[in-house]
């Protein structure tokens, strides 16, 4: 018995075939373009908003300050960090849930920046017929320069992407400054030239690389799915036998479905699949072939619908049910961590204080018998306007504060260190006690924050 070699005639794995997508029209083919100008024009011209004076979202890692319009978060702000995150996660389940993968045909970066990309494409290498003409060809001037302009457009594209990425951690007209007087720093140029590189790569060459083999989402959503998820389904029960006819004849006599076998569903698929072979873990959920379908329906003189989106109940002719335990779960939660967010961020004391005892003396026993612990009290205003505040303490008994001031200033957005000196009575305490030290507003008291301390006092 002979072994076949696995590696002969192109080894283990296909070469991969570059896929030129026809361009569909339709209801969800506008849907699409809508949602890629939409988030291309959010992405690229946010930076540019001002807000009171300063750019409108910026995360400012050097000064450890995240902007976003009025609010400001600072690093302990973490917290919020996660909630968002957690809020994204359970969001993808709920539409995942709901409609399969509707984000990643209509919303997902890869594919919002690679629909950018084929769009560019198409523009200087003309439709599908033309692109594929174009490959096969030999190198004319006509070639190279509808080829090089594609390149041109493509780096250009990217790099600007890149300069807007680093834009929202560098203040973008400052950046601005800098590019155009070639003095960015070797981080920026870095991050520029990183992203950009990602985004040419991914978007120009990759495409549905990423989605097939890369993107994880694609991996697990068949756990998300069930049988009234809605999906892209070709209607097999109504399409099959496939097959080419006159139009007009009566193909139901033989023995023919309404699919015409046009492959105008694959053509437009940008994963290069075809959807009348059954869900595939590649369908990126984004309708083209549907549109396709329903356009090469219309001029059949075939009703619409048969490729759709629909559910695996409602194909087999039973009820559509959207609400179910697993997406009632999924609501519920969602609606409750996002109005706990609202709540909080909406309740949230711009104000936080940070207190280090002094390390260079335990404690210090003053003349008339008192007993004297030092702390550096740091004041965190977060608010969008100065403040005075006065720190006191509380917790043993005729307790009091002394400090440089008061009253004591913090500017907006800033963090002001003050030493403070903290006095007991002479028994008061014995060894180590704890103590509240506050900060608060002097103007009205509207804010207030206290951390605990440690007051140290010898032992009797």
């Not at 001002?50 to 702000?77: I, K, S």
């Not at 590649?282 to 219309?298: F, G, K, L, S």
């Amino acid at each position: 018995m002979s072994v076949e070699d696995p590696l002969q005639d192109g080894g283990l794995y296909a070469a991969r075939q570059k896929i030129y997508p026809r361009e569909a029209q339709g209801r969800f083919q506008r849907l699409r373009t809508l949602a890629v100008w939409a988030l291309l024009g959010f992405y690229y011209l946010l930076p540019w908003v001002r807000w009171e004076g300063r750019q409108a979202v910026l995360f400012d890692l050097p000064a450890r300050q995240f902007h976003l319009f009025g609010l400001t978060l600072w690093p302990q702000d973490f917290v919020y960090l996660t909630w968002l995150l957690i809020i994204a996660a359970l969001s993808l389940f709920f539409v995942t849930a709901l409609a399969g993968r509707i984000w990643c045909g209509y919303a997902c970066p890869q594919t919002v920046w690679t629909e950018a990309f084929v769009r560019i494409e198409r523009f200087c290498e003309g439709d599908r017929s033309k692109q594929i003409k174009l490959a096969k060809g030999s190198w004319t001037a006509e070639r190279v320069v509808r080829r090089g302009a594609k390149q041109f457009l493509w780096i250009a594209f990217a790099i600007w992407t890149g300069f807007t990425f680093v834009g929202y951690f560098t203040p973008i007209t400052e950046l601005a400054r800098k590019v155009l007087a070639f003095s960015t720093g070797p981080w920026e140029t870095f991050w520029v030239l990183f992203y950009g590189g990602a985004t040419y790569v991914n978007a120009g060459f990759m495409r549905e690389q990423v989605c097939k083999y890369m993107c994880p989402y694609a991996r697990f959503q068949s756990a998300m799915f069930d049988r009234d998820t809605l999906i892209v389904s070709y209607d097999v029960a109504r399409g099959d036998p496939r097959g080419a006819r006159r139009k007009g004849s009566d193909y139901k006599a033989k023995g023919l479905g309404d699919c015409v076998d046009c492959t105008m569903c694959v053509q437009v698929c940008p994963t290069g699949i075809d959807i009348r072979d059954g869900l595939q873990y590649e369908c990126i959920a984004c309708a083209a072939c549907i549109d396709a379908c329903d356009e090469v329906m219309d001029k059949v003189g075939y009703p619409q619908g048969l490729i759709r989106y629909d559910t695996q109940s409602g194909l087999a002719g039973l009820p559509r049910r959207v609400l179910r335990p697993r997406t009632a779960v999924y609501a519920v939660l969602l609606a409750a961590l996002t109005a706990g967010l609202i709540w909080s961020l909406a309740t949230r004391t711009p104000l936080g204080v940070d207190v280090l005892r002094d390390r260079n003396a335990l404690y210090r026993t003053l003349p008339d018998g008192r007993i004297e612990n030092v702390y550096n009290v740091k004041i965190l205003n977060k608010d969008t306007r100065p403040h005075e505040y006065r720190i006191e303490a509380t917790g043993l008994p005729g307790i009091e504060v002394d400090y440089a001031g008061p009253p004591v200033s913090v500017a907006a957005s800033s963090v002001l260190s003050v030493p403070v000196r903290v006095r007991i009575p002479p028994g008061a305490s014995s060894g180590s006690s704890e103590v509240q030290i506050a900060v608060q507003t002097l103007a009205d008291g509207a804010y207030r924050a206290e951390s605990r301390a440690r007051f140290l006092a010898p032992t009797e």
